[in-house]
């Protein structure tokens, strides 16, 4: 007794190549060519970017710098004096730029000494001065031109 190959019938075949195609044939019609695009500015993305990563980094970081100290506040006592020693400083400034410049706003040429300063103010001519500063303790000088009226 011989067996009889039972095949599909031709039209059932044919469905079934035609939907297999039809589903694939539509996914590779839709796609495209991928495109890189960089996000880190230093790697040619956008610059603006660059805060949002840094911020990003920082968050992540758990790392502590040991050469920081630990304490970094600074208690109401020390900023208070932290001020009144800029205000007193300020105010002595103040007078002492006084010294150097007469009623009509001219600097006054001469030398002024502080405990820690020597300040000389030379005239150069033609309505400029050189202005002096030399620090006491370590010898550092610093000098610029001005004009003498302000």
């Not at 039972?6 to 079934?16: A, D, K, N, S």
């Amino acid at each position: 007794m011989k067996y009889q190959k039972i095949g599909r019938p031709p039209l059932i075949r044919l469905v079934f190549i035609t939907i297999v195609f039809g589903l694939l044939t539509p996914a590779s019609l839709l796609a495209s060519s991928l495109i890189y695009v960089p996000n880190n500015p230093s790697f040619g993305g956008n610059y603006l970017n660059g805060s949002v990563l840094m911020n990003s980094a920082q968050a992540q970081n758990k790392l502590k710098d040991p050469a920081q100290e630990e304490d970094d506040e600074i208690s109401p006592l020390e900023e208070f004096n932290d001020r009144l020693q800029r205000a007193l400083l300020n105010r002595l400034t103040n007078t002492l730029s006084q010294t150097f410049v007469d009623e009509e706003g001219n600097l006054i040429p001469g030398q002024t000494e502080t405990t820690d300063f020597i300040i000389d103010i030379i005239d150069l001519g033609d309505g400029r001065v050189q202005v002096s500063t030399t620090d006491r303790i370590t010898g550092e000088a610093t000098t610029f031109s001005v004009e003498s009226s302000f």
